[in-house]
Nanobody, 116 residues
């Protein structure tokens, strides 16, 4: 199994930056892909950014050009650099790992609040 723990959330003014980190532990050698999701109040959880074993990345249209996902080669840490933050980026950000054949793990989430 894979255990995940997010950090780096907080309160920031619109236009500011935050960097989220997700530390992975356990069977990290079996991880195939990781991603960051967010859930705003009253809305469904949505993909923000993802990265694969080959360092391929994908982003939600709403964050392209502002957010950057990165990971180390060992899957120990996956980060999300968030720049030019907007009020609509507010939400709880979750880290997700896909591992093995069909394993999925989620972190506990970290709150990001952007004040306008």
């Amino acid at each position: 199994q894979v255990q995940l723990m997010e950090s780096g959330g907080g309160l920031v003014q619109a236009g500011g930056s935050l960097r989220l980190s997700c530390a992975a532990a356990g069977s990290i050698g079996s991880i195939n892909a990781m991603g960051w999701y967010r859930q705003a109040p009253g809305k469904q959880r949505e993909l923000v950014a993802g990265v694969t074993s080959f360092h391929n990345t994908r982003y939600a249209d709403s964050v392209k050009g502002r957010f950057t996902i990165s990971r180390d080669d060992g899957w120990n840490t996956v980060s999300l650099q968030m720049n030019s933050l907007k009020a609509e980026d507010t939400g709880v950000y979750y880290c997700k790992a896909e591992y093995g054949g069909a394993g999925i793990s989620w972190g506990q989430g970290t709150q990001v609040t952007v004040s306008s």
